[in-house]
């Protein structure tokens, strides 16, 4: 009888040319989706009730917010597209704690932009889909401050997380060019201490910066990570 012994490590199949394509307009998805997220609605800041009130009895305006929560939810499924391809390179699986690490992020990413998704386009569903009448001024205060905390902190922080887990990868394995490592570590810094300082939306510029350069580096891609690898090498952590 002979036994035939398992491969101590899966082939690893780099992605095709079409993947990487798909993977560089996912980012520069991202980046408009994290412009539109914040363009496309503008509530008024410090109100009165009357004025919060009245901002929300017209139906455009409830509309924006609707598209403001489709536009987040893009930002939540165009994420796991750019870390899956990542993941298929194998320059970063050279690193692989940070690269699990930024896999871990990007997941967060994508539940934290769900839950911004939807609250953003509750009171435009609950009002002109289910025929709903509109809440009261404290219930529209608590959403509109619900909708800046999500997105201006626990959003832009988990996001800012996967960027600089990302561009560590990129220093430590350089699967893309260096420049996106240094691009991505300062702007995640700057993201990361605005949330400290409750001013995480304000550093959106900054995201959208990144991805943009993300989808450029995705298309520079060197040659020699369009290979077929097998096997599996040192890692650097």
């Not at 989706?33 to 017209?58: K, R």
């Not at 699967?175 to 409750?198: E, I, P």
Request: glycine share 8%; charged share 10%; proline share 5%.
């Amino acid at each position: 009888m002979s036994l035939t012994q398992a491969p101590t490590a899966a082939a690893h199949v780099a992605p095709s040319a079409l993947a990487t394509k798909v993977a560089a307009i996912a980012a520069a998805l991202l980046a408009v989706s994290l412009f539109m997220t914040v363009a496309v609605i503008n509530v008024p800041h410090d109100p009165s009730d009357q004025e919060l009130l009245t901002w929300w009895q017209d139906p455009g305006n409830r509309w924006t917010g609707l598209m403001s929560g489709i536009w987040a939810l893009l930002v939540a499924v165009t994420v796991p597209v750019v870390m899956n391809h990542l993941q298929r390179l194998d320059a970063a699986t050279r690193s692989p704690q940070w690269l699990s690490f930024a896999r871990s992020m990007g997941g967060a990413v994508t539940a934290v932009w769900l839950v911004t998704g939807a609250a953003r386009s509750t009171l435009g569903h609950l009002v002109d889909t289910m025929n709903e009448p509109l809440p009261g001024v404290d219930v529209l205060r608590f959403s509109t401050g619900m909708n800046y905390t999500l997105l201006g902190q626990s959003g832009m922080a988990v996001l800012a997380l996967c960027m600089l887990a990302v561009s560590i990868v990129v220093l430590r394995t350089r699967v893309f060019g260096r420049w996106l490592g240094y691009l991505g570590g300062g702007c995640s810094a700057a993201m990361l201490a605005a949330v400290a300082a409750q001013y995480g939306a304000y550093t959106t510029p900054l995201a959208i910066l990144w991805a943009l350069g993300l989808a450029v580096a995705i298309l520079r891609q060197p040659p020699a990570d369009a290979s077929l690898v097998h096997g599996s090498r040192t890692p650097v952590d």
